[in-house]
C-alpha cells in the first residue's frame, strides 16, 4: 500500500478517472459507464475501481445513484487540455459568470523562496493577492497569487475583485 493507504492501482485509477472528467470525456449531468466496462478500460478490478469512484465522490467530482450507476456532478469545471487560460477566459468560454472576492492584498517584500523562484531580487517588492474564485455564485477555489510589483505596474492599486491577476 502506498501512502495515505492507498494501492497504486486505486490511485492509478483515480487518476485517470480525475483526468478523463476534467478533460470533459464524461459530460456534467451524464451517466459514467457500467462498472465491469469502466473497470476493463481502466485495467483494474471492479473493487478497485469502486474506491477511485467513491474518493471522486468524497471531492464532489461524482455522485452515485442506488442501482443506476454513477453520475457527473452538473457544474464540473475543467480546463481543456494543453490550454493555458486565465480563470475569467475559462469561465465566459463556459458562459458562466466569474466573480471573486478579495480577503486581503498586501504589498510587501518578497520571501527568499518566492525570488528564487520567480527569478527575481531578494529585494523586490511584491503584492500578494488572497481571494476566493466563484463561478455563477458557487465557490470554486481559494487563490493565492504573488506578483512581482516590477513586472505589473498598479496592480497595487488595481481593483482586483472581479478581473483575473493576469487579464487588464
Known amino acids: 500500500m502506498s501512502s495515505g493507504g ?14 478523463r472528467l476534467t478533460a470533459g470525456m464524461f459530460k456534467p449531468g451524464s451517466r459514467l459507464p457500467g462498472e465491469r466496462a469502466l473497470a476493463e478500460s481502466l485495467g483494474v478490478s471492479r473493487a478497485t475501481l469502486r474506491i ?5 465522490a468524497e471531492e464532489d467530482w461524482l455522485v452515485p445513484s442506488s442501482k443506476r450507476g454513477w453520475y457527473v ?31 486581503e492584498k498586501t504589498l510587501r517584500p518578497i520571501t527568499f523562496d518566492e525570488a528564487k523562484s520567480l527569478q527575481t531580487a531578494p529585494d523586490a517588492q511584491a503584492v500578494e493577492l488572497v481571494r476566493v474564485r466563484y463561478l455563477d455564485d458557487v465557490p470554486i477555489c481559494y487563490d493565492r497569487t504573488v506578483l512581482v510589483l516590477a513586472r505589473a505596474r498598479g496592480i497595487d492599486t488595481a481593483d482586483m475583485e472581479d478581473r483575473s491577476s493576469t487579464s487588464s
Open 6 to 19: 492507498r494501492s497504486p492501482a486505486t490511485t492509478s485509477a483515480y487518476t485517470e478517472l480525475l483526468a
Open 73 to 103: 456532478r452538473a457544474n464540473v469545471v475543467g480546463e481543456p487540455p494543453n490550454t493555458l487560460q486565465s480563470f475569467t477566459e475559462m469561465a465566459l468560454e463556459r458562459g458562466m459568470t466569474p466573480r471573486s472576492h478579495v480577503l
Open 52 to 56: 477511485g469512484l467513491n474518493r471522486l
